[in-house]
């Protein structure tokens, strides 16, 4: 059995046991090894897909932590003006480890 979440603005296939990255939650609100419940969009069990009236379905995820995603490098340039900028960005994130996928909350 697996499930579709949706995590901000991104959905994640996950099943139970599966450690994921969702996007930076505050941790002062959620500190690690407590429980969150994520919003389903789909249910995948065997031969049965369910899409519709998931009202009630819920994933629950335990935070393990605060990661941070690779280092990107975006560099402009502009030719024969002298114009160089170099920046970099690292993107933060929220580690969680599924616990349960629920259809009747």
Do not use: C, F, W
């Not at 991104?10 to 959620?30: T, W």
């Not at 090894?33 to 995948?44: A, D, E, I, Q």
């Not at 932590?65 to 933060?92: D, E, L, M, S, W």
Request: charged share 25%; net charge positive.
């Amino acid at each position: 059995m697996y499930a579709v979440v949706r995590s901000g603005s991104k959905q994640q296939k996950v099943a139970v046991g599966d450690v994921i990255e969702i996007d930076k939650m505050d941790l002062k609100a959620n500190t690690v090894g407590s429980t969150l419940t994520l919003p389903v969009v789909m249910v995948v069990d065997g031969e049965t897909v369910t899409a519709t009236g998931l009202d009630k379905a819920a994933v629950t995820v335990e935070i393990l932590g605060a990661t941070k995603g690779p280092k990107i490098v975006i560099q402009k340039y502009k030719n024969k003006t002298g114009y160089k900028k170099r920046q970099g960005h690292r993107q933060k994130y929220t580690q969680v480890k599924v616990t349960d996928i629920s259809l009747s909350a």
